[in-house]
């Protein structure tokens, strides 16, 4: 029986056996090859594919699920109602004047208009309230099995409980929503002296000792400080966002996908009309659906993170394998939404806020406004590089308004 020779053929193990025995050796082949493109196929600006579901969960006043490649969010959100003799060294109920003298005195923004016409000094009482009262409690939960690295059941953890302080700050320094839509204002009877003046704008007779999502409007032919203290609309109730989101799946950083979800399930959000109750002297809500109003919101914020990644040098100080780029040779590359594999690969991690200012009024293209720049794990990108990274951010924001405004 004749011995068969040896085989000449290679032995050779699938791309996968080498992400895993050499990542950082696997992700520099790709990116220095001619076509420069990671592993996942995509180029080092283009972004993972993004999907948005709302309304998916029905205990809730707004919902959203977002995936963004193999990073599952599912973000949930309800009210509580906060009653104001509940808060701690809470000041005495507010009423319109004392409103209008915290706005600036600006009739503009108690009861009815656009966001964006609202000036800097009502937006920033409106976070200063926010912050004040807590109105807003997000709460980010990775024990879900959502990665080996959090496995379900355990006591939240230190980047979950930094994630949640995250998305609070941002929440408030990008001034998203408006103390407006929280506050329930509580209407008195009409007194002898104005028992002939009409209601406030916008209740009916009936409702003239309701308490109302609509913040009240002046009375006609009467200054509001000639109203008697006791029959002045005072704001006797917040409602309180619990905001709860899951990582179901987890493939990066997770926060760009935290903050999609939340946007989304703001958008979702109807939060139902209330009134008071005298003899119940309790805040009720209406069943009816078609009274539910929705959040305004001051623009859509959109977070954008990077990676930069750094070829490994030899013994000599140079870098092996690397390409040409003009004079120097390239060891360095930002990459653009990076996912599980490539994230554990870097080092240094940039997180860029945006969104479309609002000084824009005319068809051109609206300025972007950087809200809030995170650098951490190394100083290889610089001032000029956050610059483009903030361009690239730009011009990134408008495919992703399209996306939660279609959803």
């Not at 006043?61 to 490649?69: E, F, K, L, M, N």
């Not at 355990?154 to 929440?171: T, V």
């Not at 997180?351 to 609002?358: C, D, K, L």
Request: with cysteine.
């Amino acid at each position: 029986m004749a011995i068969q020779p040896p085989s000449t053929t290679p032995l050779t193990f699938p791309p996968t056996h080498f992400a895993k025995l050499a990542p950082r050796s696997y992700l520099h082949a790709h990116l220095s090859s001619p076509s420069s493109r990671r592993p996942s196929g995509r180029l080092p600006s283009e972004s993972r594919q993004q999907s948005i579901n709302t309304g998916s969960l029905t205990h809730c006043y707004g919902s959203a699920v977002v995936r963004t490649g193999d990073t599952a969010v599912v973000c949930g959100i309800r009210g509580e109602i906060l009653n104001a003799d509940d808060v701690v060294d809470y000041k005495p109920a507010m009423t319109v004047e004392a409103l209008a003298q915290r706005y600036g005195g600006e009739s503009a923004r108690l009861d009815e208009g656009d966001d964006e016409n609202r000036g800097n000094k009502a937006r920033k009482a409106d976070a200063e309230e926010l912050a004040e009262l807590n109105l807003l409690v997000p709460n980010v939960e990775l024990s879900t099995g959502c990665s080996p690295n959090y496995l379900p059941g355990g006591p939240p953890s230190d980047e979950a409980q930094s994630l949640s302080h995250r998305i609070l700050s941002l929440l408030h320094t990008s001034r998203l929503l408006s103390m407006d839509d929280l506050r329930i204002w509580h209407h008195p009877p009409s007194s002898t002296s104005t028992k002939n003046q009409p209601p406030p704008a916008e209740a009916s007779p009936a409702e003239t000792t309701s308490m109302s999502l609509d913040a009240p409007t002046s009375y006609p032919n009467e200054d509001i400080t000639e109203i008697e203290e006791s029959q002045r609309p005072k704001v006797k109730a917040y409602w309180a966002l619990h905001i709860t989101l899951l990582v179901l799946s987890l493939s990066g950083p997770p926060f760009p996908t935290l903050w999609t979800a939340l946007i989304a399930a703001i958008r979702n959000t109807r939060l139902p009309r209330a009134r008071w109750d005298a003899d119940l002297n309790s805040v009720l809500c209406s069943p009816s659906i078609s009274e539910a109003r929705s959040l305004r919101m001051n623009g859509l914020p959109m977070v954008m993170s990077f990676g930069v990644f750094e070829a490994e040098r030899d013994g000599a100080g140079l870098v092996s394998a690397s390409t040409q780029t003009g004079m120097e040779q390239r060891r360095t590359w930002v990459l653009a939404d990076v996912d599980g594999f490539e994230a554990s690969c870097c080092d240094e991690e940039v997180t860029i806020t945006v969104r479309n200012s609002n000084s824009g009024r005319s068809k051109k293209r609206k300025a972007i406004e950087v809200l809030g720049i995170e650098k951490g794990g190394g100083g290889i990108v610089g001032r000029n590089e956050m610059r483009e990274l903030a361009e690239l951010a730009g011009s990134r924001l408008g495919e992703w308004t399209e996306l939660i405004e279609g959803s």
